[in-house]
């Protein structure tokens, strides 16, 4: 297998690694990623140590090989470049849409400009995991996918890595988290959709999961996980549902910008409150805030985004958020 | 001194233990009780093995002094005995009233039945515990009570075995548990009211953490507590706040029994929604449900119990709630 200079035409490749001192390819697996058409053509040379070469060969199996490049300076650099992709729902229910409706338009497109045709679903967040699966995937169905629930696969962590694409359904996120860590499929997700550009879908706690922490979810902590920390594929913390309060409400618990507040007494990140209806959809390092097809009157949608010690922002469905993709945001 | 076999008027008294193998006497200072004044009068035989006279002495100063009988099965029995005094709040703001305010009437009453005067406050569900305690304290010292932050002891340990009443504040469950944990306070203020007979007053999350787990709060998990296991001063779950769900709502998240039915699906305890303006006062084994003075026109007030597998059932005020302080309620 010889590495081309030229510019490949190929949605998806594998990189390739050459050493300046043995002038041998390696491959490197682990980073293997896709990209945009067009945009594919890179020579990197980091210092006088590496250059990388990219080969127009996707090989989906291949996912599952392992990692030969050892250089864990050249891995962390190129996570940075690999091209993320994430579409993260507020919820599966929107009020006006069928189940999962308000989203077909964006999540079909989200999929098939990945070649996406089979679909990875984790149910863990509710306890009939056949059920969920098949609510879930009669609707992918209609729109052209297939879907397989992660607990009809002997190995989990096997069905994440040989994925073309992860979907994790909404729920109870203590429920959700404390089996992803049972399973130990945290490191194997993250490095799926970080470091080979494993489209991932979340709704809801599939959507807290994928933050930094689950601790802005609104769910009941009906189990214990062994951390709050998450998957961590955007650097900040979204609140899914996110609410307005109610100004002629009578109830006197706190409202979602309070309990967001009393978060940022004691934590520094960003909260996104996304609203239903509302997706964030992320691209690498560009995060676009995506609303409904059809905006219901007297209904709200968009985001709020709220920082320790400012005042909240508001921000309207097509708003740019990829502000917030950097850690220091 | 010598042991009185005669009715007592004391409300609240020591227990000392006779020996039949030594026939001394032996004062039992970690059973201290209160009891109400006419219910005193009690012999127990434990076999042949133990006397137990009651002397019409309360010293409240003698709390702190170690623990001489050793008999562990004697303990055990005694401590079911002893008389809870816990005085449970679903809030401390109520829709219709100032701060506190519905409750004024009986607490003022639980206060004065056990000879309270003195309350040690527990603010560690928000940040500024100053504000906060001043907050509580002013409106329990119009009311005849002093009050005092338990942040203001050196030694927060020592504050809660002189406590006359322990009072935790409502704010953040996850913060309120961590820091109980963190300043080693579970296991004294659980011996001090389950076994000594202390009252505990408890609003919100002072409420959900007296129960067996903070597995039922709404609050978002804004740190992560070392546990969700909580003092466990009933044997069952709390939701205070508890709210009915809003049949013209368009917002999608769980409702608030969809949200206690997915507690039902991995844990068997029993949940007690606790509407805001209703309070759990429990004396002993027994307990009853306790309304706000005036109840407002369109309000619904009371609580419901939900029970994994079965209907949830309906309590108004005033409703007896003993069947619950059974272990396998």
Redesign the interface.
């Known amino acids: 297998m010889h590495c081309r200079r030229t510019a490949v035409r190929a949605k998806s490749y594998l990189v390739y690694i050459r050493t300046h001192e043995s002038g041998s390819f390696v491959r490197s697996s682990s980073i293997a990623f896709r990209c945009v058409a067009g945009k594919q053509k890179r020579l990197i040379r980091l210092g006088n140590r590496l250059t990388i070469y990219h080969y127009p060969v996707w090989d989906r199996h291949l996912g599952g090989t392992k990692t030969v490049a050892k250089q864990t300076q050249l891995i962390a650099f190129l996570a940075k470049m690999v091209k993320r992709n994430l579409f993260l729902m507020s919820?599966s229910?929107?009020?006006?849409f069928g189940y999962l409706e308000h989203a077909q338009t964006d999540l079909t497109s989200f999929f098939e400009s990945n070649s996406v045709q089979k679909v990875l679903f984790i149910p863990y967040a509710l306890?009939d995991y056949d059920a969920y699966t098949e609510k879930v995937g009669s609707v992918l169905k209609r729109w052209g996918f297939s879907c397989k629930g992660i607990h009809t696969y002997p190995d989990p962590c096997a069905a994440v890595q040989q994925a073309e694409a992860i979907y994790i359904g909404g729920?109870?996120t203590?429920?959700l988290l404390r089996t992803l860590y049972e399973k130990q499929l945290i490191d194997p997700i993250r490095d799926r959709v970080l470091n080979h550009g494993v489209p991932y879908v979340g709704s809801s706690a599939g959507t807290n999961v994928a933050t930094r922490s689950?601790?802005?979810?609104?769910?009941?902590?009906?189990?214990?996980p062994p951390?709050?920390e998450a998957l961590g594929l955007v650097p900040f913390n979204i609140n899914p549902?996110y609410?307005d309060p109610d100004v002629n409400g009578?109830?006197?618990?706190?409202t979602r910008p309070e309990?967001?507040s009393?978060?940022h007494?004691?934590?520094d990140a960003p909260v996104l409150g996304l609203r239903?209806g509302s997706t964030l959809f992320v691209g690498g390092e560009s995060a676009t805030l995506i609303g409904p097809p059809t905006e219901l009157p007297g209904?709200s949608y968009g985001a709020r985004l709220f920082r320790k010690n400012q005042e909240p922002v508001e921000f309207e469905p097509l708003s740019s958020l990829s502000f917030l993709m950097k850690e220091d945001a």
């Open positions: 919820s229910a929107v009020h006006g306890t729920g109870n203590f429920l689950i601790h802005t979810t609104n769910d009941m902590p009906i189990v214990y951390s709050f549902h609410i009578t109830h006197k618990g706190e309990r967001i009393q978060f007494e004691l934590n239903e209904v």
